[in-house]
T-cell receptor
Framework: DGGITQSPKYLFRKEGQNVTLSCEQN?????MYWYRQDPGQGLRLIYY???????QKGDIAEGYSVSREKKESFPLTVTSAQKNPTAFYLC??????????????FGPGTRLTVL | GNSVTQMEGPVTLSEEAFLTINCTYT??????LFWYVQYPGEGLQLLLK?????DKGSNKGFEATYRKETTSFHLEKGSVQVSDSAVYFC??????????FGSGTQLTVLP
């Protein structure tokens, strides 16, 4: 089955530690995205990538870093510089053909709790 | 910039009631519009979409019509079920191909 996988589903870390969240897709999509979701709020874009080895900051990139070494993978690192990292993190992907309407497909999410 | 304003929640309905969740947007050009649904502890699933004015998206009994004159994309369902309980997000995709989301509306359907 094609889709997006995120691991782990739940993640606990101590304050001051960096942590990397995994996102893999087998949909052959060009673009991948990371969002942060806080209780009662919408999704906020952290980083996105439209092509391998290239990525752009979203609205709330401070304290986060990403890499895109392979088309199917887009890991997100939450660094110790992120002041409030506890949140639900969602990865998404989309195809970027001109005729498409930019529908994004989402993974199941990772809930990060920093103790 | 682009923005999406969604009806404040939470919304609580009895089974078989009529549902409307309002969504209005601000965008330049001709965005595509989406409704996504999120069940507890899960990611978002696309519920329906519309890519141009007057298009009607529909899926699983839900409908929404792209109204350019009122910049709206309200979600409706004639008879909700307990299984429809979830958070619903309105979103738009503009020329930059980024999605802008509303804040989400929590729907609870009681038996």
């Amino acid at each position: 089955d094609g889709g997006i996988t995120q691991s782990p589903k739940y993640l606990f870390r101590k304050e001051g530690q960096n942590v990397t969240l995994s996102c893999e897709q087998n949909l052959n999509h060009d673009a991948m995205y990371w969002y942060r979701q806080d209780p009662g709020q919408g999704l906020r874009l952290i980083y996105y990538s439209q092509i391998v080895n290239d990525f752009q900051k979203g609205d709330i990139a401070e304290g986060y870093s990403v890499s895109r070494e392979k088309k199917e993978s887009f890991p997100l690192t939450v660094t110790s510089a992120q002041k409030n990292p506890t949140a639900f993190y969602l990865c998404a992907s989309s195809q970027l053909r001109l005729a498409e309407n930019n529908e994004q497909f989402f993974g199941p999410g990772t809930r990060l709790t920093v103790l | 910039g682009n923005s999406v304003t969604q009806m404040e929640g939470p919304v609580t309905l009895s089974e078989e009631a009529f549902l409307t969740i309002n969504c209005t947007y601000t965008a330049t050009g001709y965005p595509s519009l989406f409704w996504y649904v999120q069940y507890p502890g899960e990611g978002l699933q696309l519920l329906l979409k519309a890519t141009k004015a007057d298009d009607k998206g529909s899926n699983k009994g839900f409908e929404a019509t792209y109204r350019k004159e009122t910049t709206s994309f309200h979600l409706e369902k004639g008879s909700v079920q307990v299984s429809d309980s979830a958070v619903y997000f309105c979103a738009l995709a503009g020329s930059a191909r980024q999605l802008t989301f509303g804040s989400g509306t929590q729907l609870t359907v009681l038996p």
